[in-house]
């Protein structure tokens, strides 16, 4: 993808529709008195601009700081110019104030553009808990800074950044952009993020107590519509990127493009899940330089949903979890095109009670230190080709069932010279390695272990030593295998 920073100003400007109407225009000098007259001089406010603009008409935001929130109305577009940003904070708990600046619950379906290069903050809940020494939840119409919810909406919005930041003590997720249900929602921002006070433990100051508390933000949110992003940062203590098929969702689609996808806390990078099943028409793509799970994340991604998912990353990355989690108990299909992939204890997993098919090419699946196994496959169906898996002290593949053929791939488990690090083990059928080559350490009693399963080998396979397993095919052993 082209660089934010690579996007001139010409091009950016042309992001936004001009409009068929007048150009209203706001500014920190300005006045709403004299501007709502018909006098030619700016709005001081943004709200009092969107009250006076109709249906075609174009907004122009000069440079400076605006408070303010619910502002989309239809048919109304917006331009901002470089300096020109909004920081809100809610004051209170009411739905009102819990609005995002972005909002469409109150104005029914949007059709509108939003361009320029704004700068959109979001502060949920600093004054709600201003005095109180044990702050709780926010209310369910807390979302998030940008939220659309009608099925009929239809809204582009391009800007600097999105910045959401969350104060509650107990679980109560806000995001950056929350997109519920939309027509067609596109974004493009050179920055989505959550900035917290203190992202190595995950956690924010609240200004009004002060008192420390866990923060909750999420970066992206998508549910059921046409959903388009495009990012040179996405990060959030909580999920960067979440999605999840719901009963209303339909045949839709989610595309993100992105350079860096990261998270700081406790959740995956990039999770998608389902609470009505899978659908064939719920479909993923997402294409990145690269994932990183957080310092307390399970897993760089994780897919727990139904649908088509389609991962293209340069690497992903989990520094205490596993690197890529497949555990949909929805049919699902996940293909996966990458680099690396980083785990501290599994490199790539497919969980219990998954029935996932996962097409996997990964050049390398890397381990941090503390890996059990490089691959993990206990359910579903995995087809992995042309990986270079190497555990420190661990297995290399681990088969416990579901089906798995590892197919043109180097296993090096002989770092650590133990007989339990084995190439592959296997305690169930559904094992095929095609092509594979295994290196053991020297004193290790087998290269693959299978508990008496049957081990598929074709059609030749090679190892620095002799296998325990059933091997239907040809295992060719060599001394010198590296």
């Not at 989309?72 to 600046?101: E, H, P």
Request: charged share 15%; proline share 2%.
């Amino acid at each position: 993808m082209k660089k934010f920073s690579e996007i001139t100003a010409a091009q950016f400007a042309t992001m936004a529709w001009p409009g068929t109407g007048q150009t209203l225009h706001v500014d920190p000098n300005g006045s709403d008195t004299k501007a709502a007259t018909g006098k030619a001089v700016a709005f001081l406010t943004l709200t009092a601009a969107k009250t006076a603009a109709v249906s075609g008409d174009t907004i122009v935001v000069h440079p400076g700081t605006y408070a303010e929130h619910n502002l989309l109305k239809t048919g109304v577009n917006w331009f901002f110019m470089a300096g020109a940003s909004i920081n809100y904070t809610n004051t209170d708990l009411t739905s009102g104030n819990a609005r995002g600046i972005w909002d469409d619950r109150d104005t029914g379906a949007v059709t509108c553009q939003i361009g320029g290069f704004g700068k959109f903050y979001f502060n949920a809940g600093v004054a709600a808990y201003n005095g109180i020494g044990g702050d709780t939840p926010g209310p369910a119409t807390l979302l998030g800074g940008i939220v659309i919810q009608n099925a009929a909406s239809d809204l582009s919005i391009c800007c600097e950044e999105v910045r959401i930041r969350s104060y509650f003590s107990s679980p109560q997720y806000v995001y950056a952009v929350y997109v519920k249900a939309c027509s067609r929602f596109t974004i493009v921002a050179r920055k989505i993020y959550e900035d917290a006070t203190d992202f190595a433990n995950f956690q924010e100051i609240d200004p009004g107590d002060p008192t420390t508390v866990n923060s909750n933000a999420s970066g992206i949110y998508w549910e059921n519509g046409e959903m388009n992003v495009t990012a040179e940062v996405i990060k959030a203590s909580r999920y960067c990127i979440w999605g999840s098929r719901s009963a209303a969702s339909t045949a839709t689609n989610l595309w993100v493009t992105c350079n860096l996808i990261e998270n700081y806390g406790s959740e995956s990078a990039l999770y998608l899940d389902s609470v009505a099943g899978g659908s064939a028409t719920w479909k993923s793509w997402v294409s990145a330089k690269e994932i990183k799970g957080g310092a307390q994340a399970v897993a760089g991604a994780s897919y727990y949903a139904g649908g088509k998912h389609y991962l293209t990353v340069n690497k992903v990355s989990s520094t205490i979890g596993t690197g890529i989690t497949c555990a949909a108990t929805a049919a699902s299909e996940l293909w996966i095109t990458a680099q690396k992939v980083t785990g501290a204890t599994i490199g790539l997993s497919l969980a219990a009670g998954n029935v996932t098919t996962v097409y996997a090419d990964i050049q390398q699946i890397e381990d941090l230190a503390a890996m059990t196994s490089g691959v993990n496959v206990v359910a579903g169906t995995l087809r992995l080709t042309n990986t270079w898996i190497k555990v420190l002290n661990g297995k290399g593949i681990v088969h416990s069932g579901g089906a798995t053929r590892i197919l043109n791939c180097t296993i090096d488990t002989s770092n650590t010279d133990l007989a339990a690090n084995t190439g592959a083990n296997a305690t169930a059928a559904g094992l095929v390695l095609g092509g594979c080559t295994l290196k053991v350490g020297a004193t290790s009693g087998v290269s693959v272990g299978a508990g008496g399963t049957t081990v598929k080998c074709f059609p030749t396979c090679f190892s620095n030593k002799a296998a325990t397993a059933t091997i239907q095919g040809t295992l060719t052993i060599d001394a010198n295998v590296t």
